[in-house]
């Protein structure tokens, strides 16, 4: 019998929401002290489910790690900052153009550019 081999679903770029209401003041200082790169949309306060019932306020976050994350590894992440989450998903950068207004192209090239340099030798 031939194992199948699976696909990886680990990647280096992330996203999931932060609810206002959950979320402790000092979230963002709690993002910060993890020395990972990320961005932050606008807050949603306007967003509406299909029935026009307005949805929970949250902003999107996007963090851009040097080695690849599992979604086991992401949720621990996000508990250590104490950041209550939403929907986490993975994305591959070179395939969005923005999200929610915040060019993570551009964040995710520049993060990409400057760990190639220090990190030469690294493999994932």
């Known amino acids: ?20 209401d959950s979320a402790p003041n000092d979230w963002r200082d709690d993002l910060d002290g993890l020395h990972v790169p990320w961005v932050e949309s606008p807050l949603h306060d306007k967003d509406t489910n299909p029935d026009g019932e307005i949805k ?9 790690f040097n080695s690849k994350k599992s979604y086991q590894q992401m949720s621990e992440i996000t508990q250590s900052a ?23 192209n551009a964040i995710a090239d520049e993060h ?13």
């Open 1 to 20: 019998m031939t194992a199948i081999k699976n696909k990886d679903e680990r990647t280096r770029n992330w996203t999931f929401a932060v609810y206002p």
């Open 56 to 64: 929970k306020k949250h902003w999107y976050i996007a963090m851009f």
């Open 82 to 104: 104490n950041v209550t989450m939403g929907q986490i998903s993975k994305f591959q950068h070179n395939k969005l153009s923005n999200i929610e207004g915040v060019n993570v």
């Open 112 to 124: 990409r550019k400057s760990t190639c340099t220090t990190n030469q030798n690294s493999r994932d």
